[in-house]
Nanobody
Framework: QMQLVESGGGLVQAGGSLRLSCEASGTIFGSTIMGWYRQAPGKQRELVAE???????NYADSVKGRFTVSRDNAESTVYLQMNSLQPEDTAVYYC???????????WGQGTQVTVSS
């Protein structure tokens, strides 16, 4: 069973930066997407940013210009560089790794990001 191991969450002051990492224990062959979602208390899980195997990206409007997603296909690893963090970015951040055309879809256990004002 595929496992995704996230790291890099924590507590930061508003305006600060954090870098999240997520490493998959295996590889999904073919076209894939790796990315990050987040869920704040009392809210639904939402897309933050994702990147296809070929490098196409998709960002939530709320993080454009502040967050950058990247991936290392050889290592099945995805990163999220978060700059200019705001209290509204506080959430549990989840890594996602899925096939674009098959049912393979895996989630990490989540890592807490807390931004203090």
């Amino acid at each position: 069973q595929m496992q995704l191991v996230e790291s890099g969450g924590g507590l930061v002051q508003a305006g600060g930066s954090l870098r999240l990492s997520c490493e998959a224990s295996g590889t999904i062959f073919g076209s894939t997407i790796m990315g990050w979602y987040r869920q704040a208390p009392g809210k639904q899980r939402e897309l933050v940013a994702e990147m296809s195997y070929r490098g196409s990206t998709n960002y939530a409007d709320s993080v454009k210009g502040r967050f950058t997603v990247s991936r290392d296909n050889a290592e099945s690893t995805v990163y999220l560089q978060m700059n200019s963090l705001q209290p509204e970015d506080t959430a549990v951040y989840y890594c996602n790794y899925r096939s674009q055309y098959r049912a393979d879809d895996f989630w990490g256990q989540g890592t807490q990001v807390t931004v203090s004002s």
